[in-house]
T-cell receptor, first 114, second 116 residues
Framework: QKEVEQNSGPLSVPEGAIASLNCTYS??????FFWYRQYSGKSPELIMF????GDKEDGRFTAQLNKASQYVSLLIRDSQPSDSATYLC??????????????FGKGTRLSVIA | DAGITQSPRYKITETGRQVTLMCHQT?????MFWYRQDLGHGLRLIYY???????DKGEVPDGYVVSRSKTENFPLTLESATRSQTSVYFC???????????????FGPGTRLTVL
């Protein structure tokens, strides 16, 4: 069973703080790692993808990948109330995924308190 | 650039009726996907398609039928709707599934389906 695990939260952080969202995955052959943001009642929206070990920064967002430890994280600096959403981690383990090319975690709900 | 669109956005139907959800993308992506999202289950893949006339079952295909006669369209049909199919349905597309950098999936706005 290919799994992607996330803490469901809610994760509450004060405005201006750093929010740290974590995701672990079970398949060592995973190639691509994605973070999606989903506001209530809306569709998942891509924030970032990362393919190589290390950090990848895009504005206030930093994705971190550690393939040896099988985890990927998302840091949100200077958190704003508008960042309050559910964050989905997704992992591409094709072709070992059977009939599910992209495996999603169930998401972590982030709440940024003003 | 419309990207990926879904219709209808909201649908109420009755048990036993046939319902078709539409998905259209303008990126010429080869791959298209149908997911359902339910509380406690997250996103679950129903069917996906690698190209016109090529479809594959996902995690939860029972009760659903898909077709793909044109690259840009991927309709999902519930042949005889059941209450358990009440859910939010998302369509997505990507250039490929075989790895970076083209395996990023982009989602449509979703269809909220209620089966009474």
């Amino acid at each position: 069973q290919k799994e992607v695990e996330q803490n469901s939260g809610p994760l509450s952080v004060p405005e201006g703080a750093i929010a740290s969202l974590n995701c672990t995955y079970s398949d060592r052959g995973s190639q691509s790692f994605f973070w999606y943001r989903q506001y209530s009642g809306k569709s998942p929206e891509l924030i970032m993808f990362i393919y190589s070990n290390g950090d990848k920064e895009d504005g206030r967002f930093t994705a971190q990948l550690n393939k040896a430890s099988q985890y990927v994280s998302l840091l949100i600096r200077d958190s704003q109330p508008s960042d309050s959403a559910t964050y989905l981690c997704a992992v591409n383990i094709y072709p070992r995924s059977g009939n599910t090319p992209l495996v999603f975690g169930k998401g972590t709900r982030l709440s940024v308190i003003a | 650039d419309a990207g990926i669109t879904q219709s209808p956005r909201y649908k109420i139907t009755e048990t036993g009726r046939q319902v078709t959800l539409m998905c259209h993308q303008t990126w010429s992506h080869s791959y298209m996907f149908w997911y359902r999202q339910d509380l406690g289950h997250g996103l679950r893949l129903i069917y996906y398609s690698a190209a016109a006339d090529i479809t594959d079952k996902g995690e939860v295909p029972d009760g659903y039928v898909v077709s793909r006669s044109k690259t840009e369209n991927f309709p999902l049909t519930l042949e005889s709707a059941t209450r358990s199919q009440t859910s939010v349905y998302f369509c997505a597309s990507s250039e490929s599934v075989a790895g970076p950098p083209t395996d990023t999936q982009y989602f449509g706005p979703g269809t909220r389906l209620t089966v009474l």
